[in-house]
């Protein structure tokens, strides 16, 4: 069989590694815009369940990358200066390029072809296949020349991000909101090798527009950022890699495939970062796709049954992270709660984790959290 797969990203190049571990005469092609040794933003995240699918549906992958990832239990949240720890949770990190750089030496290895520095605008123009695949991230233009038949509907969150990193390694994967006198900022950070970290921006639609973020060039937003998060950086200078400000698109598409092209990963769904859960979804996605296409012979087929086996559980996280997305958009809010009524409000956010499972994972946070609340947590409570 011979698949044509545009972006190399996490799902590009997942899949065609799966493809190649399933039949090594597939002759299989990755065609990446970006130069080899290159790539946007900085460390990715992983909860510790997101790794479990790896480690079940493919050991190889897990056993090249679970080794070179950083990892920790606990999170923090920082409101306004008040630290809460919470423990429980389990992370897991890596930088997104040394993560594709180990998928690029793995594809190789196999013999999948990989061209780099070309930019194509329809996965199509790659000439006769079996399977055309648009791995081609979050603003795929194949997917957008067939938007009616895919069934494309795009969303837009309403606060600003901007991904940063910076040298200064933190010990836990740490939430801190700050109050500034422009409206609250929040840092998603965390270490992902021994000496970086993802610093990650965010700010909701009226701090955005108060402070002007999107006419700021790089180095004003950069000292911004630097001075609103001066006692958490603790001198350290935080790190552009063609760093903007952006609104986060929510991607949706009713159908998977049209004709004998096919969506993977972002292209077909985007998940807001704060769950940690794009590149898992995004390497699920190529898993399940080769898995299909070995099982089932007709390509047509195969194509159905990748759909109704994703779906199900993709609707879930989106799910979960459009909810995540609209907690984050009403920080400013909620920065005038307790702060550990701020920190249950956020564990609790998506829906996923009750206060039977919050008090599992840190009792001390759901004590504080009973404390708060004598009206529903009585004596006679358990
Ligand atoms: C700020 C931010 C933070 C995030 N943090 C996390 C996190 O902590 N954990 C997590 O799991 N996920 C995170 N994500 C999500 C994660 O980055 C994506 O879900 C994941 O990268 C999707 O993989 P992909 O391969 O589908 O797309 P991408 O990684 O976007 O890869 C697509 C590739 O296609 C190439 N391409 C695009 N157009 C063309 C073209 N026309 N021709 C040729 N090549 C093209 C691009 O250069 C790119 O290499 C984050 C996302 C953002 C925006």
């Known amino acids: 069989m011979q698949v ?12 065609a590694i799966a493809l190649k571990l399933h039949e090594a005469s597939h002759r299989v092609r990755v065609v990446e815009r970006g130069p080899r ?3 946007w933003g900085f460390g990715v995240v992983f909860s510790d369940r997101a790794l479990d699918f790896l480690r079940a549906d493919a050991p190889t992958l897990h056993a090249l990358l679970a080794p070179r990832m950083q990892s920790w239990r606990d999170l923090t949240i920082v409101h306004d200066g008040t630290r809460v720890p919470i423990g ?3 992370f897991a990190s890596i930088g997104r390029l040394e ?7 793995e594809a190789e290895r196999l013999g999948v072809t990989l061209e780099f520095d070309r930019a194509l605008s329809d996965v199509n123009e790659l000439g006769t296949a079996d399977l055309y695949v648009a791995a081609d991230g979050v603003f795929s233009a194949s997917r957008d020349a067939r938007a009616a038949a895919f069934g494309t509907r795009i969303d837009w969150g309403r606060n600003r991000f901007v991904w940063y990193g910076t040298t200064l390694p933190f010990d836990t994967l740490t939430l801190t909101f700050r109050q500034h006198a422009l409206g609250v ?8 090798a021994r000496d970086r970290s993802t610093f990650l921006v965010e700010v909701d639609e009226a701090t955005a527009e108060r402070a002007g973020v999107e006419a700021m060039d790089e180095a004003a937003s950069l000292a911004l950022c630097e001075q609103v998060f001066a006692a958490d950086l603790h001198g350290h200078r935080l790190l ?19 004709g004998r092209t096919v969506l993977i990963g972002d292209a077909l769904r985007s998940a807001h970062f704060s769950i940690g859960s794009g590149t898992r979804l995004a390497m699920e996605d190529a898993i399940a796709l080769a898995r299909a296409l070995r099982d089932e012979p007709d390509v047509d087929r195969a194509l159905l049954r990748y759909q109704a086996e994703r779906e199900p559980p993709m609707r879930k996280i ?3 992270a459009r909810i995540s997305l609209c907690w984050y958009e009403r920080m400013g809010e909620m920065m005038a709660l307790d702060p550990h009524e701020f920190a249950y409000g ?6 996923r984790v009750d206060h039977a499972e919050v008090r599992r994972r840190d009792p001390r946070l759901a004590a504080a959290y009973e404390r708060l609340h004598p009206e529903r947590f009585g004596e006679s409570s358990p």
Request: with cysteine.
């Open 346 to 351: 956020y564990m609790t956010r998506s829906g």
């Open 37 to 39: 040794g290159a790539t």
């Open 318 to 320: 989106s799910d979960a």
């Open 185 to 192: 900022f929040c840092a998603h950070h965390y270490r992902y």
């Open 88 to 90: 429980g949770n389990g």
């Open 4 to 15: 044509e797969i545009l972006g190399g990203g996490p799902a590009g190049l997942t899949l």
């Open 99 to 105: 993560l594709l750089t180990l998928l690029q030496h």
């Open 240 to 258: 552009s890699n063609r760093s903007t400000w952006r609104r986060f698109p929510i991607v949706h598409n009713a159908r998977f495939a049209a």
